[in-house]
């Protein structure tokens, strides 16, 4: 059956990298998935065995395809269509899916990319080259993952495989096998997590001398006594901060030893390539040094973050930055074409909103998620954990004026994100003297507005938003104090016309919501801000079942879902990654029972305006709706473009089985102009399914509850819900875009 051609080589030095790797023969194992795809294909096989050469391949394929499934007008609408609609996204039938993907795979083969996964290799996507290479010659070098995705897609093609069709009794089962920190067990064996972290730090502590810090002992304090302060200081940011766990020693020590030696020697490692260690000790707390048998792997989504992998040991040194928008040169503008102030301290990708990172401690984070893409900037030095040094300078006051005169003067800026690192990591004071400078800056805008004509007014300040992921890193940040400055600023702002409070958490599992998180949530709330989540959502975080109980958890105590974005970044981010396939099945197949009906829309807007009622009003939405959850967030990716987006079509695959995405921007919002000259953007990612599967049955799952994962090969962004719409002005801003150079 297999006639192989017999090939002479050409010298080596003489070939092309295609030439060299249409060479390499396929394994055993792809073989034996290769002689699988042509028997469950009859069509396939003859149209490979029919075909002198690649190009009657694909001619042919496309034919076959074209021919036979012509009625399929779903389908080949969406193929054609240049920017697809949801509407017609969500009329796909599983195996429009497929046909749509084939005939991409086809427009597409030959194409090379750049693997920035691969430092930068070149990655030509040409699958039916590839088997046909396989078929004929025994060689292009495709992978066992390769073969099984192809697999998987003339299943969809052929109609053998079925969308999988979930029930919401399924999801829930999934759901509880992820308790939160609010769980009695739970809180108790935090308790124990404590009280042997305190006991280390009382060793550390009895070793200080009083004049180098606001936490030391008496020399006549008793046992019993140490652990009184060491209970209190436990209540106070400030401690956990100065005794965060800077080493993997000392790491494996606060966990009792329980780390596996193969970890620490990867966390050694790290150490040696200057990746920073910052675990502060309450955060420690809320890992399990035994697998409780009442939540078998669920803190995993958390220890993930705190454990760095061996890929990003690998790439450290060698990251590539992925976010270009945030890269300025003074004086140019930036990837969106946005002129910015020198100094670093905004960073803009839309005409509405700008970020402001402050030069104060809001540099810096309660941790270092290892997933972040500031990983970039500790690579590079440009930043570190020298929380000391990152007190506001003298001229820090200056420069912030500075900054509020772009807010103030530019044409569309109405949103303000504070954030960092973290907002909230900047003290009080900072913080109260930046509200300050931001509600004198609002007024003026308002006040310059008012002897301007209507259609030549700007856009006032209508909302202000802090980025902080304190409430769970650390929610004793969330003082009487702090509460006191938001609730002030807020009360003061409102008179003047900013109607959206917001703050913008990161928690990434039900885990890390604990006594401590809802009593900093209530306090915030109390203070009349509105507090959302977004979630990164990586491989632990995307096990069945936990986006959505945390979802849950965030409802119970007033939090709405803002965004889940699938991870970003490249090699370094490998082990965290989740495919975008994944994103999409968990949008429609578990968050879907979140899916809140327009009917409700008018009742949800009005949240952020009774900001103080927002569990009342969470819950009574979620009864009269019937729901378990409420899914206000949209899934996207933070595209190395400009903006986000889960608009994107599976265009490739390499031989490795790594999918090729085609991305397109999010239609539903404004974006700068410079989008219509951008095109599309590529990804490569930097894991197969198979790979993903096998990685998730690591982590305990069941590979049968994934089923149909292969066949999720694009997407489309979801509406935003109209909780995190713009209110509307009463007079008509001007259409001039300011600080705009294309
Ligand atoms: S909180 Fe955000 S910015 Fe800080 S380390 Fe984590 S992901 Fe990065």
Redesign the pocket.
């Known amino acids: 059956m297999w006639d192989f051609m017999i090939t002479y080589p050409l010298k080596p030095s003489k070939m092309t990298e295609i030439e060299k790797l249409d060479r390499i023969a396929i394994n055993v194992r792809s073989h034996k998935l290769l002689r699988q795809l042509l028997s469950e294909n009859p069509e396939l096989e003859a149209i490979l065995r029919n075909s002198k050469n690649e190009t009657e391949v694909v001619v042919g394929v496309r034919e076959w395809i074209e021919r036979s499934l012509k009625d399929r007008e779903d389908a080949f609408r969406f193929y054609h269509a240049r920017h697809a609609s949801r509407d017609l996204f969500e009329k796909l039938e599983w195996r429009d899916y497929a046909i749509i993907r084939i005939l991409d795979y086809i427009d597409h083969a030959g194409k090379e990319y750049p693997d920035l996964n691969l430092r930068g290799e070149i990655a030509v996507s040409n699958p039916l080259r590839l088997i046909w290479l396989a078929v004929n010659k025994g060689t292009g070098g495709a992978k066992p993952d390769f073969f099984i995705d192809m697999i998987m897609l003339f299943r969809q093609l052929r109609g053998e495989s079925q969308q999988p069709s979930v029930s919401s009794e399924q999801v829930g089962a999934w759901m509880d096998r992820y308790p939160s920190g609010l769980d009695p067990r739970i809180i108790q064996l935090r308790e124990e997590n404590k009280q042997r972290i305190i006991r280390i730090l009382m060793k550390q502590i009895e070793k200080r001398e009083a004049k180098n810090s606001r936490y030391y002992f008496e020399p006549q304090l008793s046992k019993a006594e140490k652990l009184e302060k060491l209970e209190r200081w436990w209540e106070d940011y400030r401690f956990h901060l100065q005794f965060a766990v800077r080493s993997p020693a000392l790491l494996n020590e606060m966990l009792n030893y329980s780390l596996d030696p193969d970890t620490m020697k990867v966390l050694e490692e790290a150490e040696e390539a200057g990746i920073p260690f910052f675990v502060n000790p309450y955060y420690l707390s809320l890992l399990h040094v035994r697998v409780p048998y009442i939540a078998v792997g669920a803190d995993l989504a958390i220890r993930y ?1 705190v454990l760095y992998s061996k890929q990003l040991v690998n790439e450290f040194g060698n990251i590539v930055a992925w976010e270009k928008e945030d890269q300025v040169k003074p004086g140019l503008p930036n990837a969106a074409g946005w002129l910015l102030p020198d100094g670093h301290n905004l960073h803009r990708r839309y005409p509405e909103v700008a970020i402001l990172i402050p030069d104060t401690m809001g540099r ?6 290892s ?4 990983m970039y900037d500790f690579q590079g030095g440009r930043l570190n954990f020298n929380l000391d040094k990152l007190l506001p300078g003298e001229n820090w006051s200056d420069k912030l004026k500075r900054l509020m005169s772009y807010f103030e003067e530019d044409a569309q800026l109405r949103d303000i994100l504070i ?4 907002g909230l990591m900047s003290s009080d004071k900072s913080l109260m003297h930046l509200l300050d400078e931001i509600y004198e800056m609002a007024k003026r805008k308002k006040k310059k507005n008012e002897k301007l004509p209507d259609g030549e007014k700007l856009s006032e300040i209508v909302r202000v938003r802090i ?3 304190l409430p769970a ?1 650390l929610p004793q940040r969330i003082t009487l104090n702090l509460v006191k400055i938001l609730k002030e600023f807020k009360d003061k702002a409102t008179v003047i016309g900013i109607r959206q409070f917001i703050i913008q958490t ?1 928690f990434e599992s039900p885990l890390e919501i604990t006594p401590l998180t809802t009593m900093a949530i209530q306090r915030l709330i109390a203070s009349g801000w509105t507090i959302t989540n977004q979630l ?1 959502f990586t491989a632990a975080a995307s096990r069945r079942g936990h986006t959505a109980k945390l979802r849950q958890v965030l409802n119970d105590i007033g939090v709405l879902p803002y965004y889940t974005f699938t991870v970003k970044g490249y090699m370094e981010n490998n082990s965290g990654f989740a495919p975008n396939a994944r994103v999409v099945q968990e949008q429609l197949e578990e968050k879907v029972f979140g899916h809140i009906d327009e009917k409700y829309y008018e009742d949800i807007r009005k949240f952020p305006e009774e900001s103080t009622m927002m569990v009342e009003n969470i819950e009574a939405l979620r009864r009269f709706a019937g729901l378990p959850f409420l899914a206000t967030d949209r899934n996207v990716l933070n595209l190395p473009g400009v903006g986000k987006s889960l608009t994107f079509r599976v265009i490739g695959i390499t031989r490795y089985g790594r999918r090729i995405l085609e991305f397109d921007h999010d239609e539903t919002r404004n974006h700068s102009p410079i989008i219509q000259e951008m095109g599309k953007v590529i990804i490569i990612e930097s894991k197969s399914i198979h790979e993903y599967l096998q990685q998730l049955e690591e982590m305990g799952e069941l590979r049968e509850d994934y089923d149909g994962l292969y066949g999720y090969s694009l997407g489309q962004t979801e509406h935003r819900i109209p909780v995190y719409e713009y209110p509307d002005y009463d007079f008509k801003v001007t259409e001039t875009l300011s600080n705009l150079e294309l």
């Open positions: 973050y810096a984070c309660g941790g270092l998620c997933s972040c893409q500031r954030t960092g690192g973290d980025g902080t992921r890193y990161h990164v």
